[in-house]
């Protein structure tokens, strides 16, 4: 009997390991078939390029902790990296930002810039190229950490007759996939835009809205600004705060000036609805026109934005949209954040509850709350009790 039960228990175990070299192999044809897509070679240098960014890590706790001769980080580094544990701290507990383990390790890159990031559009249509991505849906830019490949890709489009825009990034999120370390490229940010940094990534990580690209980016750039502004004036340093608060009207006048162009660029499409090549034409005449607007009118009035780099900067549709991902109306939250007349963490629970309301319509679920809370649309003024 004892030896049959053992039996039992070894066919048992030969068919367990069996059904796993089964598995195995069935996981490796499908890796096999992933990777021979442009997709599937894609996520996979995606995903060894994040495996080499989490083997280096090491405990931002543990290198604070080594002040020894052999340390490896210098003294600025040390402070900014002190910095990025109480930013982390602030927008975790004053914010209220789901901030898991993110930004408690640190990873030294081999460069000098991360990922470059490529943006494209058709030339006579305002509307973005798109990329899909298993899980996270589509995303109007792509990461490249294949420099070579992100301008090869690039060529290619505007063959295609597609503008194109590429930048570099030296942070990004994995959205509470994983623990993102603090990289090396983010550190060598001076300390307010570090701070701002970390408090718009971790923003990714406590409200992710699918398919909402646009909505995201430009919510976490209005958490990291506010954020960055509440955290400085808590550690007792008004100019700091003095300084974001300018760099945030800055901000703010760039997105209103990049929503202004995108309206001038559709309306000039719509003079002309069949003919591609005066779309073109239109569109290139207003940019001409907007960029006079922008060196002219606007420049003087951002003071925190050096002239040179408003006279860099690209005008075309690419470029164009992928700006205003980033600052879609911004006034927008702004105006909520005074409405709601509290903190940046309360500013963010309200905005969150709002958009879980109506996912599918983000922007409009903030403008519907501010004309239900009118002064005129209170009891008082309404003749309720």
């Known amino acids: 009997m004892a030896d049959g039960a053992r039996r039992s228990r070894r066919r048992l175990r030969l068919a367990a390991r069996i059904a796993g070299l089964a598995l195995a192999a069935v ?8 990777v021979a897509t442009p997709m599937g070679r894609y996520v996979a240098r995606a995903a060894w390029e994040e495996g080499k960014i989490l083997a280096r890590r090491r405990a931002i706790a543990d290198i604070l902790a080594d002040t ?7 003294s600025g580094e040390r402070r900014r990296l002190q910095l990025v544990v109480d930013a982390r701290t602030f927008a975790a507990t004053a914010i209220a930002l789901d901030a898991g383990e993110s930004f408690t390790t640190y990873s030294a890159l081999t460069r000098d810039t991360l990922v470059l990031v490529l943006s494209a559009a058709r030339r006579d249509t305002l509307a973005p190229y798109t990329w899909w991505f298993p899980v996270v849906g589509r995303f109007p830019y792509k990461g490249f950490f294949d420099f070579g490949e992100a301008q090869r890709t690039a060529a290619s489009m505007r063959r295609g007759g597609l503008d194109t825009y590429v930048r570099p990034a030296s942070a990004f999120s994995t959205l509470g996939w994983f623990n993102d370390p603090l990289l090396s490229t983010t550190l060598a940010m001076d300390s307010l835009d570090l701070a701002n ?3 718009h990534e971790l923003t990714h990580n406590t409200l992710f809205v699918k398919h909402e690209v646009t909505f995201n980016e430009s919510f976490a750039s209005f958490v990291g600004a506010r954020g960055a502004i509440e955290f400085f004036r808590s550690r007792g340093a008004p100019r700091a705060a003095k300084l ?15 929503g202004a162009t995108l309206a001038a660029v559709d309306s000039a499409f719509a003079q002309h609805p069949r003919d591609s090549t005066a779309r073109v034409a239109a569109r290139d005449t207003v940019f001409a026109r907007m960029r006079q607007v922008l060196l002219r009118d606007l420049a003087p009035r951002l003071p925190t934005v050096p002239r040179p780099q408003l006279q860099r900067l690209p005008l075309d549709n690419a470029a164009l949209l992928a700006r205003q991902v980033y600052a879609a109306d911004l006034w927008l939250f702004d105006a909520v954040h005074a409405r709601a007349g509290g903190t940046i963490g309360q500013t963010v629970a309200l905005v969150a509850r709002l958009v879980r309301e109506s996912p599918r319509d983000p922007f409009g679920a903030l403008r519907r709350w501010l004309d239900a809370s009118r002064p005129e649309h209170s009891p008082s003024a309404t003749g309720g009790g």
Do not use: C, M, N, Y
């Open 68 to 74: 020894g001769s052999a340390s490896t980080v210098t």
């Open 244 to 258: 974001l608060e300018a760099e945030w009207r800055d901000q703010k006048l760039l997105g209103s000036f990049w």
């Open 197 to 199: 940094t970390v408090i």
């Open 27 to 34: 996981l490796l044809l499908a890796l096999a078939a992933a």
